[in-house]
C-alpha cells in the first residue's frame, strides 16, 4: 500500500505571495491533518479533515486554509506569505473511526522557504 | 492547551546499549500517547502507542512505559543501533480532538 505522498517537496516563495500544498493519503484513510514543523516551535497542528469537512482546527491565522476532496485528498493554502511561515509542512493521514484507528501516518513533507 | 515536554533535548549512547527517552505531559485528561521516530529529510513515522487505560506495551526493541500518576511517558531502546539515531517525538490526543507533539529529543548511538 502506498504511503501518504506530498507534492512539492521543496518551493521557495517570496513574501505576499500565496501557496497551495497537497496532500494524498493513504488508500482507505478518510482524515488528513496538517502540520506545521519549525525548529523553534516544533510540531503544531494546522487543521484536520474527515470526509470533506474541516473538524478541528489549530491557533493559527486565517491566512492557512485548507480543503478536502471527495477522494481524500487534502490541499492547503497560505496567503501573503511571510518569513515566518519557511518550515516544514508535514500531513498526517489515519483512518480517524474509533479509538483504534488514531495512528497517523505522516508525509514526506513540503519544505517551503519564504524570502 | 497541553503542554508536551521532555527531559533532555540530545541524548547520547553507546551501539548496543539501551536508550530511555522521556517525556512529561500536563492534562492528566489524555486518551492515547504516540511515539514516533523522525530521521533527517524525512516525516515522523510511526513507532508504539499506549492508551490512557494501559501502563506498558512492548513492541520489537521498544517498550513504552506510562506512568498516569506523575504524568510521565517514556520510550526505551533495546540494544539502540546507528539506525535508532533519529529525532524522537512523543505526541498525545487530548479528548480525541488534536495531537499534541513533544519538542523531541536527538539520539544520537556512537558506534
Known amino acids: 500500500k502506498a504511503g501518504v505522498t506530498q507534492t512539492p517537496r521543496y518551493l521557495i516563495k517570496t513574501r505576499g505571495q500565496q501557496v497551495t500544498l497537497s496532500c494524498s493519503p493513504i488508500?482507505?484513510?478518510?482524515?488528513v491533518s496538517w502540520y506545521q514543523q519549525t525548529p523553534g516551535q516544533g510540531l503544531q497542528f494546522l487543521f484536520e479533515?474527515?470526509?470533506?469537512?474541516?473538524?478541528n482546527k489549530g491557533n493559527f491565522p486565517g491566512r492557512f486554509s485548507g480543503r478536502q476532496f471527495s477522494n481524500s485528498r487534502s490541499e492547503m493554502n497560505v496567503s501573503t506569505l511571510e518569513l515566518g511561515d519557511s518550515a516544514l509542512y508535514l500531513c498526517?493521514?489515519?483512518?480517524?473511526?474509533?479509538?483504534?484507528?488514531?495512528?497517523?501516518?505522516f508525509g514526506p513533507g513540503t519544505r517551503l522557504t519564504v524570502t | 492547551g497541553e503542554s508536551v515536554g521532555l527531559h533532555l533535548p540530545t541524548l547520547s549512547v553507546q551501539e548496543g546499549d539501551n536508550s530511555i527517552i522521556n517525556c512529561a505531559y500536563s492534562?492528566?485528561?489524555?486518551?492515547?500517547f504516540i511515539w514516533y521516530k523522525q530521521e533527517s529529510g524525512k516525516g515522523p513515522q510511526f513507532i508504539i502507542d499506549?492508551?490512557?487505560?494501559?501502563d506498558k506495551r512492548q513492541g520489537q526493541r521498544v517498550t513504552v512505559l506510562l506512568n498516569k500518576t506523575v504524568k510521565h511517558l517514556s520510550l526505551q531502546i533495546a540494544a539502540t543501533q546507528p539506525g535508532d539515531s533519529a529525532v524522537y517525538f512523543c505526541?498525545?490526543?487530548?479528548?480525541?480532538?488534536?495531537?499534541?507533539f513533544g519538542s523531541g529529543t536527538k539520539l544520537n548511538v556512537k558506534p
Open positions: 505526541a498525545l490526543l487530548y479528548n480525541f480532538n488534536k495531537f499534541y
Open positions: 498526517a493521514s489515519s483512518l480517524a473511526e474509533g479509538l483504534s484507528s488514531y495512528e497517523q501516518y
Open positions: 499506549i492508551r490512557s487505560n494501559m
Open positions: 479533515y474527515f470526509s470533506e469537512t474541516q473538524r
Open positions: 488508500s482507505g484513510h478518510r482524515s
Open positions: 492534562n492528566s485528561a489524555s486518551d492515547y
